[in-house]
């Protein structure tokens, strides 16, 4: 882990940016007032919905931001407001390869791996490596820096639950071969060996069990069912269920979660805890609201329920409303609200790409 490695041989630098050992704000000269150097924090994933929110939280809260990701499934568009600033550097680099960053670092957020089950199915064996071998890295590197570190696990490790709502302390109901293994098990055993960093190496770790999130900077294609409905109704096509349309969803809007990971981060519980919104709603019902909402007359049609798509997710959030004082504040109407803005922001190129990525470029990684 130690070994070090020339940043030109691991690390390609998205625009012409300096990366490296960030300076201090302002430098030590005689009769001019120094500022403490700001603390750094490496956010994995950075390029993605939840990483790139996640990176305008923490500088917000005044962090040095070392942002990284591979770019597989995220965007640069998602930060490239970002870019300008002296306290944001970003990384273009695989993490389930070594890391290496130099400098301090006070925390690590690892928020990299494909979150949709499309995005998922499609490439397994880089969702499974991302969850291992990328965390395993993470780990190493929260080790040697000294760093604490939070890791973005998810409710699909409770699999098809048969406990609701879900608490921590349920185990879950998972199928280890089946369509979205690939995805659970990497969660799983990401939580295992981070469990384990703790326990065996001492490393300050937190596990954040993250429910189903919505919110501006989801891809619009990326399957998974907000943006699915929204693109659907701003093409003017029919909304497309799955199944009945009677398996509920919660869902919670991105401030909200954006708050709790910021409060768990902070705190000083290393097991999993639930961060979600409990309000549950039926798939139709959900598609119902979006078509008041985008004020269009689509119909719904129905296709078959892909097998291992859970009935009912709902998370428990006594231990997170205990611990951090955090409960979810915005309701969907308005989160819903919000997020229609910003899908109704998007050229008319990027609402009528049927397929973002293609993931050819990266099947022999
Ligand atoms: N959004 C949700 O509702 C939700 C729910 C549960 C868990 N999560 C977890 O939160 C995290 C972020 O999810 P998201 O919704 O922002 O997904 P996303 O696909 O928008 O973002 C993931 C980011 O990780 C990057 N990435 C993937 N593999 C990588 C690798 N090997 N090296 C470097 N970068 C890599 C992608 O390019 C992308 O930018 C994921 O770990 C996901 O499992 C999200």
């Known amino acids: 882990m130690a070994k070090k490695v020339s940043r030109k041989a691991t690390v390609t ?7 490296g050992v960030s300076k201090a704000p302002s430098a030590v000269k005689a009769g001019r007032k120094v500022n403490k150097p700001k603390d750094r924090v490496l956010i994995t994933g950075a390029a993605g919905f939840l990483g790139s929110h996640l990176c305008d939280r923490m500088l917000k809260e005044g ?5 990284m990701d591979n770019l597989i499934t995220g965007s640069l568009k998602n930060i490239e407001h970002l870019f300008r600033r002296e306290d944001f550097e970003f990384y273009h680099h695989d993490v389930s390869k070594f890391v290496h960053v130099p400098g301090d670092l006070k925390y690590i957020m690892h928020f990299a791996s494909p979150a949709s089950p499309i995005d998922y199915e499609k490439i397994p064996i880089q969702t499974l490596k991302v969850g291992s071998l990328g965390t395993h890295n993470l780990l190493g590197l929260a080790r040697v820096k000294k760093a604490r570190i939070i890791v973005a696990s998810t409710s699909e490790v409770y699999g098809d639950p048969k406990v609701h709502p879900q608490s921590e302390s349920y185990w879950g ?3 280890p071969v089946g369509k979205r293994s690939m995805y659970d098990e990497a969660k799983r055993f990401q939580e295992a060996i981070t469990m384990a960093y703790h326990t065996y190496h001492g490393v300050e770790t937190r596990m954040v069990r993250i429910f189903n999130t919505y919110g501006p900077r ?28 009677d398996q509920t969803r919660s869902f919670c809007y991105v401030d909200d979660l954006i708050e709790g990971i910021y409060r768990l981060l902070l705190s000083d ?15 139709k019902q959900f598609a119902q609201e979006i078509l008041k909402l985008t004020g269009t007359k689509q119909k719904l049609i129905h296709k078959p329920l892909p097998s291992d798509d859970p009935m009912q997710r709902q998370p428990d959030i006594t231990l997170a409303k205990k611990l951090l004082k955090w409960e979810p504040k915005v309701d969907r109407a308005e989160g819903m609200r919000r997020t229609f803005e910003y899908f109704k922001s998007l050229t008319p190129e990027e609402l009528n790409e049927k397929e973002h990525f293609s993931f050819e470029k990266y099947a022999k990684k």
Do not use: C, S, W
């Open 13 to 19: 630098v998205a625009k012409k940016r300096k990366v």
């Open 63 to 67: 962090y040095h931001v070392i942002a």
């Open 173 to 175: 109901h998972v199928n």
């Open 218 to 245: 989801m891809r619009l294609n990326d399957g998974r069912v907000v943006p699915a409905f929204m693109g659907q109704a701003l093409r003017g096509e029919d909304l497309t269920i799955f199944g009945k349309g």
């Open 269 to 283: 519980y290393a097991g999993p805890v639930n961060i979600g919104n409990p309000k549950e709603i039926t798939i």
